[in-house]
């Protein structure tokens, strides 16, 4: 018998209430949720997972080029909460002219 992790929707609508504007989609693919998150609010939003969510670990960052699609770049962070038993994954995307995003070292020491 395996284990059904908890819900992730209250997440993602905590963060929608706490930061109207900074998650422009959310969808679901393969049974995980992803978070499309603006990219100012980046810093904020992981900052409030890991805070007042209990997402204390950063599992991991990749980029993806949509060359020659625009925004070309989506940045995508793997997010987990051990005690809650919970990932999610969140996007930023950024176009080639603005491809930066700030750092998250502040926030998760990884």
Do not use: N
Not at 12 to 28: K, Q
Not at 97 to 104: G, I, N, R, V
């Amino acid at each position: 018998m395996s284990v059904q992790a908890p819900e992730i929707a209250p997440v993602v609508e905590a963060l929608e209430a706490r930061f109207p504007g900074a998650v422009t989609e959310r969808r679901t693919d393969r049974g995980q949720t992803i978070a499309y998150v603006a990219p100012a609010s980046i810093v904020e939003v992981c900052r409030f997972l890991k805070e007042e969510q209990q997402f204390e670990r950063l599992a991991g960052i990749t980029v993806v080029d949509w060359y020659p699609l625009e925004p070309r770049f989506e940045v995508v962070y793997f997010v987990h909460s051990i005690r809650r038993q919970q990932r999610l994954r969140l996007k930023c995307r950024v176009s080639e002219e603005q491809a930066e995003l700030d750092s998250l070292t502040d926030v998760w020491r990884s």
